[in-house]
């Protein structure tokens, strides 16, 4: 099989020629159909701390074909389309029997979705409805990012929000404040060129960061906002939503920052603000992902800016990490240039 593999900070993605995986026990391999890019697949290949090892094969928003199960799996069979959560646990810890194996403890990444192939943990796979794509299944991923954030803002029905940064987590954040019952919402972002994008999947306006952006924003949004939704993983946003949140208010950091970005304690004190910082999502979540699109709440779909062959990745993957006018990019790694 083919698949794109990480080699070092500074260097392309390598297509290799690997073995075709096999499944383990409580594991399935599926043929996979469609994966998308993910903002932390640029971040953490760029020389940071938090770099990937050296030798991965990358992809952890996919979706495919099962085509092989291992020992005791008896959730999915031979043929079935799913999406999975990209991790396996223990499967007994308090973690793993709440659906949520990314807090295990014993925790392995199941990812390797730009390939051919890949293995996936058989309790973190949903099954797709016949009425979604394989681009659906591989929304699922980003979406629950945004679900779980949202859901740990708490939003109050009628809530003002705002959410900075307009990519694929911004918009799935944006998604889900509007339909678990955000009042006005507005997108704030360096850049206009995602703002219809915004609007279509629920923000009431747009507003770009600079000079009187506190003023602009609470005149958009008939106030301070009540939650501000952190979703770029860029230096000083953290403070900047700081800035922005009315006293009293809630902040979710989901951008990811991978490097030190210091805050100003004493202006979060006085404004007694609440932080949380959100990681990945739970079984529940994610399936609820899938019924959402099942139900025809199917906006997001707009995300998907482009398609490309596995043989295109390593390409389009450096033209993402110096910036880029795509949204959500898509391999399908059995098309061909």
């Not at 501000?228 to 809630?250: F, S």
Request: glycine residues 14%; contains cysteine; hydrophobic residues 45%.
């Amino acid at each position: 099989m083919r698949a794109a593999i990480f080699q070092a900070a500074g260097k392309p993605l390598a297509i290799e020629e690997l073995p075709d995986p096999e499944p383990g026990p409580g594991e399935a391999v599926i043929k996979v159909c469609r994966c998308g890019i993910c903002g932390s697949d640029i971040s953490m290949t760029s020389g940071s701390y938090a770099d990937y090892p050296a030798g991965t094969a990358l992809g952890h928003e996919y979706a495919g074909e099962v085509v092989a199960i291992g020992k005791d799996v008896t959730n999915i069979r031979i043929g079935q389309r799913v999406s999975a959560m990209p991790a396996k646990g223990c499967g007994r810890c308090s973690a793993c029997v709440a659906g949520f194996p990314l807090g295990c403890s014993a925790m392995v990444g199941m990812i390797g979705g730009f390939g051919e192939y890949m293995r996936i943990a058989a309790p973190a796979a949903i099954h797709l409805p016949d009425t979604l794509s394989m681009a659906d299944g591989a929304l699922v991923e980003p979406l629950a990012v945004g679900l779980h954030g949202i859901t740990l803002a708490g939003l109050q029905p009628g809530a003002r929000v705002a959410v900075l940064g307009a990519g694929a987590i911004g918009l799935s954040a944006i998604y889900w404040a509007r339909l678990l019952g955000a009042g006005r919402i507005v997108a704030m972002s360096r850049s206009a060129r995602r703002a219809d994008l915004a609007t279509a999947l629920g923000a009431d306006g747009f507003e770009a960061l600079g000079e009187g952006e506190a003023e602009r924003l609470a005149a958009a949004l008939g106030g301070a906002p009540d939650a501000v939704i952190e979703c770029a993983g860029a230096v000083g946003l953290m403070q900047k939503a700081v800035e922005l949140v009315r006293p009293g208010g809630m902040i979710v950091s989901l951008g990811f920052c991978g490097d030190p970005d210091p805050i100003i304690p004493s202006l979060a004190t006085w404004k007694q603000v609440t932080m949380k910082f959100s990681f990945a999502y739970d079984l529940r979540e994610f399936q609820h992902c899938a019924d959402a699109l099942n139900a025809g709440h199917v906006e997001p779909r707009l995300m998907v800016s482009d398609t490309i062959p596995l043989d295109a990745l390593p390409a389009r993957f450096e033209e993402l990490r110096g910036g880029s006018n795509q949204t959500k990019v898509q391999v399908d790694p059995w098309a061909r240039a």
